[in-house]
Each structure stands twice: as structure tokens, then as C-alpha cells.
């Protein structure tokens, strides 16, 4: 069975700055995926980046950025230069890379981003 | 590509009463996924389709609730007597599978909300 971990409170960042989200996984799948996914107020699920148990480098798309230690089992997102429209839920969720490709989610981190 | 589309985007029922969603996921992907996502928590799985077959059905899915794809387009979930705890946002995502690829990313719909009275 995959878990997903994320305990962080509900977090204030200001605008401009950085801010890194934690998430912590458990799973005995040899390789697997991991997904964060942003859920504004409209209920959206929006997908931001992936990466891939055996990929040598941490994944990056624009302002996101994935902190891969496999040895932790941790993946954490960093979302740099913060802007008012971050604000929204944060999902971390991971895949087996075979079969039934289905999704398990953490529980979420709130973010809410003040200028 | 326009993206998933479910309907209703809001439901209001009474308990006991039959309720039928609907999913149009991204032409051409061939997985559809419905998802269950209760206040405070993360999506849960429900079910999966590979083109028309159903592939796999959570133990969340109870005997009230069924999920088809006919022809392999659009899903609709339906749930039969509903109950208070059956009150959810309900997602659905698609998918482009391809067979040996490692990377299979879900694309979300704006999901339907169910309160049941």
C-alpha cells in the first residue's frame, strides 16, 4: 500500500518569497511517481510537476521545483517568487509506474500568500 | 484540448434519492479515473476505466454506486439511495496511458459537489 504524509499547518508566506512544502511517502513499489497537484478555492485539481522514482535529477517546471530524496522518502515542493494566486491547497500523491496508475493523495497543505 | 468537464458542477439531493454524474475527459485519453473527496482530505480512488472496461473498482464503491463508460468517451457515476455520508466533491481525471511508458499524468475536472439533505 502507498501513504502519503503531509503534517505541515496551514502556511503564510508573503508575496515574492519562497516557500517549501513537505511531503514524506511509504511504499514498497520499486518504482512509482510522485505528483503535486494545487487545488484552488473552485475545486480544481491543477497538476504542477512530477518525478519519477529513478530519475537522477530533481524535477523543476518554472517556478516549481521538487526536492527528491529517495533515501528519506521525501519529495518536497518548492515554490519560489510567490505570487497572490498560489494561494490554494496543495496535494502531494504518488503512483505505482505499472498497472492501475491510480493516484493516492496526502491530506494537503494550505497556502495562502499575503502581499 | 479542452480539458475535463464534468456535470453538474453542483448537486443538492434529498437522502434516498438517485444521483447521475457525468465526465467528458480529454479526447483520446484512454483512462478515466473517478475520484471522492471528502472536506479536509485528499482524493480517494474509486475506479478506473481503460477505454470502455472497467479495470477496478475501490472498496469505497459501494454496491449503491456505478461507474460506466460506454464506448470509451464519457463516464457517468451514478449513486443509487444516497445517504448524508455520500455528500463529496466527486473528481474525475484522465489519462494517456501508453503501454511501457513510466509516466502516466492525471488531468482533473472542476468536479462535481454533492450535498445530500
Known amino acids: 500500500a502507498q501513504k502519503i504524509t503531509q503534517t505541515q499547518p496551514g502556511m503564510f508566506v508573503q508575496e515574492k518569497e519562497a516557500v517549501t512544502l513537505d511531503c514524506t511517502y511509504d511504499?514498497?513499489?520499486?518504482?512509482?511517481?510522485l505528483f503535486w497537484y494545487k487545488q484552488p478555492s473552485s475545486g480544481e485539481m491543477i497538476f504542477l510537476i512530477y518525478?519519477?522514482?529513478?530519475?537522477?535529477q530533481n524535477a523543476t517546471e518554472g517556478r516549481y521545483s521538487l526536492n527528491f530524496q529517495k533515501a528519506r522518502k521525501s519529495a518536497n515542493l518548492v515554490i519560489s517568487a510567490s505570487q497572490l494566486g498560489d494561494s490554494a491547497m496543495y496535494f502531494c500523491?504518488?503512483?505505482?509506474?505499472?498497472?492501475?496508475?491510480?493516484?493516492?493523495f496526502g491530506k494537503g497543505n494550505q497556502v495562502v500568500v499575503i502581499p | 484540448d479542452t480539458g475535463v468537464s464534468q456535470n453538474p458542477r453542483h448537486k443538492i439531493t434529498k437522502r434516498g434519492q438517485n444521483v447521475t454524474f457525468r465526465c467528458d475527459p480529454i479526447?483520446?485519453?484512454?483512462?478515466l479515473y473517478w475520484y471522492r473527496q471528502t472536506l479536509g482530505q485528499g482524493p480517494e480512488f474509486l475506479t478506473y476505466?481503460?477505454?470502455?472496461?472497467?479495470?477496478?473498482k475501490s472498496r469505497l464503491l459501494s454496491d449503491r454506486f456505478s461507474a460506466e463508460r460506454p464506448k470509451g468517451s464519457f463516464s457517468t457515476l451514478e449513486i443509487q439511495r444516497t445517504e448524508q455520508g455520500d455528500s463529496a466533491m466527486y473528481l474525475c481525471?484522465?489519462?494517456?496511458?501508453?503501454?511501457?511508458?513510466?509516466?502516466?499524468?492525471?488531468?482533473f475536472g472542476p468536479g462535481t459537489r454533492l450535498l445530500v439533505l
Open positions: 481525471a484522465s489519462s494517456s496511458a501508453l503501454a511501457g511508458a513510466p509516466r502516466e499524468t492525471q488531468y
Open positions: 511504499t514498497s513499489d520499486p518504482s512509482y511517481g
Open positions: 518525478q519519477g522514482s529513478y530519475d537522477q
Open positions: 500523491a504518488m503512483s505505482a509506474n505499472y498497472g492501475n496508475n491510480r493516484l493516492a
Open positions: 479526447s483520446e485519453h484512454n483512462r
Open positions: 476505466f481503460q477505454n470502455e472496461a472497467q479495470l477496478e
